[in-house]
DNA sequence: GTCTATACTCTGATAGAC
DNA sequence: GTCTATCAGAGTATAGAC
């Protein structure tokens, strides 16, 4: 990806790749039409395939770089840190994401619905893998008696789904709530309830 | 919904349905194509469309009916059962849903994604009165002491988010887990002990 | 760099033979 | 009931003027 060079370049570029990311995210890759994407933008049809070539590149390149982004907060839990503030930052931090970036939970979302079809190499790969490191460290907390027992990568799952959970139904968690209610912060209480007890060592 | 008269009519509704689920549950009501449906249902396109009159029928006949399957086990929730049991069961049951009907869980998480088009009302109406109804029984629940205090309707959505990851999220669990292991097995195991510490009285 | 015009394919839906 | 043929429109992508 070497395209952007001058100023408007960058910035049109940068225009398209989030009218994509808001269509993509809600229709997925072949639902999604340049149409749309374009008039979101608010560029013409021929003017998007200026800057990236097919409608497939565009949805590579949300999808590059969207992974490292969603495990960075995993990246950063600490093995030598105290395991429950370690933890309990994690799924703080994950739920801020989809706090934050609703867009790209839902994009990453629709890409597994679809059964993976562009990620299954790097999700088989350096996500198993990140995984697979972070279990070990829990698995070591759990055996030093910091933490309560628990199958480890079902954990750092159940982090996952309560915290995506809230980006990806978001529709459905706010017509459930009904109005005058902050999901988010209503969530960030509730987690930390959740898995304070959960970890609590036995 | 009267279309399906004679043997063989309901057994092509039935397999067009069933088709369509695949179709539409991979690829979000715009990303499915009746081509796709035909192909995958073994008929001819026309042949569809003598069945159901458009996409939309088809889409639409999926949808509903799917809301009560869904909700059934929360609404099974005995208010004079044992608080534990009663929980336990409801994440064990839904749990087992997201096994045996991976699919419809798709259709919905897909529904939701988009914004909930085709569910809003439903969504607004019938699901919100029995989260509140069950939620209030929870809070009584809490009120006595029976099961430690969180926030009931989270609490729900947290039973939603972690079961139904299991069969939105299959490809990623499989990826991570890798070969050899029994994903929604373990998940009962794990969630059973994850609700046990969260909700065992202060 | 951006537009209009257009090529070509796919998609939902219909007509009509059998 | 099922098929072939086909239509109108939408979809991705390209050509070429400005």
Do not use: C
């Amino acid at each position: 990806m070497t395209r952007p060079q001058s100023r408007i370049q960058l910035k049109n570029s940068q225009t398209i790749l989030d009218a994509a990311l808001e269509v993509f995210s809600q229709h997925g890759y072949r639902g999604a039409t340049l149409d749309q994407i374009a008039d979101v933008a608010g560029l013409s049809k021929p003017n998007l395939l200026y800057y990236f070539p097919s409608k497939e590149a565009i949805h590579t390149a949300l999808l590059s770089g969207l992974l490292d982004t969603w495990l960075d907060p995993l990246r950063d839990m600490d093995p030598d840190g105290e395991p429950l503030d370690e933890i309990l930052s994690y799924v703080r931090r994950k739920l801020d994401l989809a706090r934050d970036f609703p867009r790209e939970s839902r994009l990453f979302a629709n890409e597994m619905l679809q059964g993976a079809p562009r990620m299954r190499t790097v999700i088989e790969t350096d996500l198993r893998d990140l995984v697979d490191q972070k279990a070990r460290v829990l698995q070591i907390w759990m055996d030093q008696g910091r933490i309560a027992r628990s199958h480890p990568v079902h954990l750092i799952f159940s982090i996952w789904a309560l915290t995506q959970h809230y980006a990806d139904f978001d529709v459905q968690v706010r017509a459930v709530l009904g109005p005058g209610h902050d999901p988010f912060a209503e969530a960030g209480d509730h987690l930390e309830t959740l898995f304070r007890r959960m970890l609590f060592p036995a």
